[in-house]
């Protein structure tokens, strides 16, 4: 499948024709899935600084957020009794604090 994907930017030469060097990919797990996710949450709510420092950041999208904690819940579903305790963990302390705080971004957004 991997050969069939177009070259990305990590296969191309620099201007000296090395090839750039970029990090390494972390192992597609479980846990990096739950990751991805509530990291996108999180800076879909404006708790992640984005861009460069000193520019305004981004106003928070609530319903992209909101998208992503549903996902989140939706894997915990799906993946009911299959998952190690570790795995569990992880899942359910990510949707129950991306709840907590998408409220309190909500509350405390500007009128």
Do not use: C
Request: glycine residues 4%.
């Amino acid at each position: 499948m991997r050969d069939q994907i177009e070259a990305s930017p990590r296969d191309e030469e620099d201007d000296d024709g090395d090839l750039e060097s970029w990090p390494d990919l972390p192992a597609p797990d479980f846990d990096f899935l739950v990751y991805s996710l509530r990291l996108q949450a999180e800076l879909n709510l404006g708790l992640l600084p984005f861009g460069a420092p000193g520019e305004e950041q981004p106003p928070a999208d609530f319903d992209l957020a909101r998208h992503n904690i549903d996902l989140l819940a939706m894997l915990q579903e799906k993946t009911k009794g299959n998952l190690t305790n570790e795995e569990q963990r992880a899942l359910d302390n990510s949707i129950t604090e991306l709840r907590f705080r998408f409220v309190q971004a909500q509350e405390s957004r500007p009128e």
